[in-house]
């Protein structure tokens, strides 16, 4: 009989980690800055222009060589070069998994399934810029001959979040004189708002789907197309004018009304929380330009390179993957925080969430076999400092330990008085105070009431990362997102998890479909439902009357 293979819980690696965490558990991080002067210096690293101090985590220099032997006996380097070689790592959906290739350079070669695929992403990246160049000069125009003014993407999940992240991130890069919304929820809200003032004449709508049968998206394209031809006489013939697709689905897309030829395809290796960077990015590119499109790619290009090439102890997203491992399965964390000092940013820490938590939220191994450990935590966030005034309370005096990764930018983009320093200085000041704290004597010597000493400790001892950039732009950008792709590709690599299905959001599709026609029944249903649901049902039906 086959041998069972290791679970992570019986490799060396991680007892020795389980057992070295036993000894430095109760050792804080005053001690560790106090005893080694080098230690900044140590823990830091810089590479394509992404500055990362890790210091401030709970680790010394044995951790950090058991994290890599861990990194190590998972065989880590190996399940990159499968990656970046076409393997089909994606088992249960026995896909190739490439993100890489849609921002690789024309020249390279990147097989999937026996075919070099970047001729064609290059292919539908120049069908891109033909489309955008027409669009952003007013060539392009709508049924009535008006040029376009407002862009709608239509899409949900990684057919939403990168595009409407990516908008908002580079904001400084874009063309103002044209209106840019995001359409995502089924509730018809989301619709409503994003359409109420606009002029269907001037509006082109980007139905972004790989599938093109997603719920959620497909409602939405028929509301768009009915409130477009609405406002255009109920000619059909706009339709071809007013709304393009981005697919792997060209029947579906023929079978909507859109004309094939403005439809911008990806592929089956891309999965869609991985997407940004493909077809989908279409209103990227149409926010920022074709040329700020490039650059963006050629960000993530620079971090895929580092990723895939720089060994194991110096490689940013390999170590960023590894100390969350160490925060979560170690210490026990069960949450991030994402913290980006950069207002931009704003809807970052939402695309994270569906990054780390859709990849690496998974309950089995690779084979099938339930874990022997946790896996992904969940991740949270809001810029600072805004959060600072609300939740951070918990960060610094809660119970629950929350290790937090701080972005922040040496240059502001829109440079105003002392803002950037005073917001710089918040970011540094949070890092010192989670770390280092302050003692009941330190509360004392300031001459604190008594009774209030306690209410005013500061334990530390709370681990943060801090990644410093010189300034937002689009190459920046692209290198945060594929250095977060490549933390939880490493992190997904130790759980030994499959970090590119999704399985988890299928149960709840297909109950919803099965509860839709119960609610809209004008005769009353026979429920079969457990009780609860049954009695929503029937009180939501009355309600609604
Ligand atoms: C991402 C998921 C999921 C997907 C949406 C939209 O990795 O697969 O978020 O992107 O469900 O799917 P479609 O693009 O097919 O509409």
Same mark, same amino acid.
């Given at each position: 009989m086959k041998a069972q293979p290791k679970s992570l819980t019986q490799k060396a690696a991680w007892k020795l980690l389980a057992s070295h965490q036993k000894q430095v558990q109760k050792v804080h991080l005053r001690k560790l800055f106090s005893d080694d002067p080098n230690r900044a210096r140590k823990f830091s690293l810089k590479t394509a222009g992404l500055f990362l101090?890790? *210091? #401030? /985590? %709970?680790?010394t220099d044995k951790t950090m060589d058991l994290l890599l032997q861990l990194a190590r006996e998972c065989d880590l380097k190996r399940k990159i070069e499968d990656m970046f070689n076409g393997e089909k790592i994606n088992v249960t959906e026995n896909r190739s998994v490439l993100h890489v290739a849609l921002r690789a350079p024309e020249k390279a070669k990147i097989w999937a399934d026996g075919k070099n695929v970047v001729p064609d992403v290059h292919a539908v990246l120049k069908k891109m810029e033909q489309f955008a160049a027409m669009v952003l000069s007013g060539?392009?125009?709508?049924? =009535?001959g008006k040029s376009i003014r407002n862009i709608v993407n239509v899409g949900i999940g990684g057919s939403d979040l990168g595009p409407v992240m990516a908008y908002e991130a580079l904001r400084h890069y874009s063309r103002r004189d044209l209106v840019f919304r995001f359409v995502s929820n089924v509730d018809g809200i989301d619709f409503h708002e994003a359409t109420q003032d606009l002029d269907p004449a001037e509006t082109l709508f980007i139905? *972004? =789907?790989? @599938?093109? @049968?997603t719920l959620e998206t497909m409602t939405n394209a028929q509301t768009a197309r009915e409130w477009l031809l609405a406002g255009m006489g109920n #000619?059909? !013939?706009a339709v071809a004018r007013h709304f393009v697709a981005v697919s792997t689905n060209a029947e579906k897309v023929a079978a909507f009304g859109?004309? @094939?030829?403005n439809m911008f395809g990806f592929w089956d290796w891309v999965g869609g929380r991985y *997407?940004?960077? =493909?077809?989908?990015g279409l209103s990227t590119m149409l926010a920022i330009g074709p040329d700020h499109f490039r650059a963006m790619l050629d960000g993530f290009h620079q971090m895929d390179v580092h990723f895939r090439t720089a060994p194991l102890d110096r490689n940013l997203p390999v170590l960023m993957g590894l100390l969350s491992i160490w925060n979560n /399965? &170690?210490?026990?964390? !069960?949450t991030v925080a994402i913290l980006p000092? !950069?207002?931009?940013?704003?809807r970052f820490p939402a695309y994270l969430q569906q990054l780390t938590m859709e990849s690496n939220?998974?309950?089995?191994?690779?084979?099938g076999r339930t874990v022997s450990h946790d896996t992904c935590p969940v991740f949270w966030g809001e810029p600072g400092t805004n959060g600072q005034h609300s939740f951070y309370q918990l960060i610094h005096q809660g119970t629950r330990l929350i290790p937090c990764d701080f972005i922040a930018f040496? #240059?502001?983009?829109?440079?105003?008085? %002392?803002h950037h320093d005073i917001l710089m200085a918040n970011v540094l000041a949070q890092a010192e105070a989670l770390a280092f704290g302050k003692t009941a004597d330190e509360v004392k010597a300031e001459g604190t009431a008594p009774e209030l000493v306690p209410h005013r400790v500061f334990e530390g001892n709370r681990p943060s990362n801090i990644l410093l950039a010189d300034q937002l732009t689009p190459s920046v950008l692209g290198k945060l997102v594929a250095l977060y792709e490549h933390s939880v590709f490493t992190q997904g690599a130790i759980w030994n998890v499959? *970090? &590119?299905?999704?399985?988890?959001?299928e149960l709840g599709k297909v109950l919803a479909q099965r509860i839709i026609p119960e609610l809209e029944n004008s005769q009353e249903p026979r429920l079969k439902h457990d009780s609860s649901t049954n009695q929503l049902i029937r009180i939501y039906r009355k309600m609604k009357k």
């Open positions: 101090d890790y *210091s #401030k /985590n %709970r680790i060539q392009w125009k709508g049924y =009535s139905i *972004s =789907s790989k @599938t093109f @049968t #000619k059909m !013939e859109i004309d @094939t030829k *997407s940004m960077d =493909s077809a989908i /399965n &170690f210490l026990g964390a !069960e000092y !950069e207002q931009y940013l704003k939220g998974k309950h089995v191994t690779l084979d040496a #240059k502001a983009l829109a440079p105003m008085g %002392r499959d *970090s &590119f299905d999704q399985w988890g959001v």
